[in-house]
Nanobody, 120 residues
Framework: VQLQASGGGLVQAGGSLRLSCAASVSRFRLNTMGWYRQGQGKQRERVATITSGGSIDYSDSVEGRFTISRDNATNMLYLQMNSLKPEDTAVYYC???????????????WGQGTLVTVSS
């Protein structure tokens, strides 16, 4: 599984950005996908996750401002970020968790990250 995140950039506070993550998979069943972020000097934290069935969970810090979505047909993951704040500045990573078609074990994969910078 390979994950390619894109869409980061510099935006002013109050602005919006949309992140995308393309998952390249072969003989693999994607289950939960999600976005995580890591600010400078901070630990990586969960932003939002979405299951293959569409169940969504947001961190309290982004609830009501960010929207996660996915397209199961194309293996794409998105994060619409509105009302951005300087504290949202971080490298954003996409994660995919799933199971190979002929394996019972679960694996997690990470994309390379895309930088989001929110200026005040």
């Amino acid at each position: 599984v390979q994950l390619q995140a894109s869409g980061g950039g510099l935006v002013q506070a109050g602005g919006s950005l949309r992140l995308s993550c393309a998952a390249s998979v072969s003989r693999f069943r994607l289950n939960t996908m999600g976005w995580y972020r890591q600010g400078q000097g901070k630990q990586r934290e969960r932003v939002a996750t979405i299951t293959s069935g569409g169940s969504i969970d947001y961190s309290d810090s982004v609830e009501g401002r960010f929207t996660i979505s996915r397209d199961n047909a194309t293996n794409m993951l998105y994060l619409q970020m509105n009302s951005l704040k300087p504290e949202d500045t971080a490298v954003y990573y996409c994660q995919a968790v799933g199971t190979p078609l002929y394996d019972l074990r679960t694996y997690a994969y990470w994309g390379q990250g895309t930088l989001v910078t929110v200026s005040s």
